[in-house]
């Protein structure tokens, strides 16, 4: 199996990101489009191009310790219920 690509170093092994003008359909010489054609697409690789800010963890603990209290509170006033049930 020959990995060689034409106009690519011999130790190349993966397809290059950009489309082959010779097997691409609608480029005219040189590797220009008609008007009204759409280009190929190539891939791309996009990142980060700055450090991320470091995101506070109090609005998670904030969160959780409401939601927990909310259900404590549920909890005690189904208990509540319950004992004034049974005293009856």
Do not use: C, W
Not at 28 to 48: I, K, L, N, W, Y
Not at 49 to 57: A, I, L, V, W
Not at 67 to 79: K, P, Q, S
């Amino acid at each position: 199996m020959n990995n060689r690509i034409e106009g690519y170093p011999p130790f190349m092994t993966a397809q290059p990101p950009d489309p082959d003008p010779k097997d691409t359909a609608g480029l005219e010489p040189g590797g220009g489009v008609r008007p009204g054609d759409t280009p190929p697409d190539s891939a791309q690789v996009s990142g980060v191009s700055h450090q991320e800010p470091q995101r506070s963890k109090a609005g998670p603990i904030i969160g959780i310790s409401a939601a927990v209290l909310v259900i404590l509170i549920g909890v005690g006033f189904f208990v509540a219920y319950l004992l004034n049930l049974l005293g009856n």
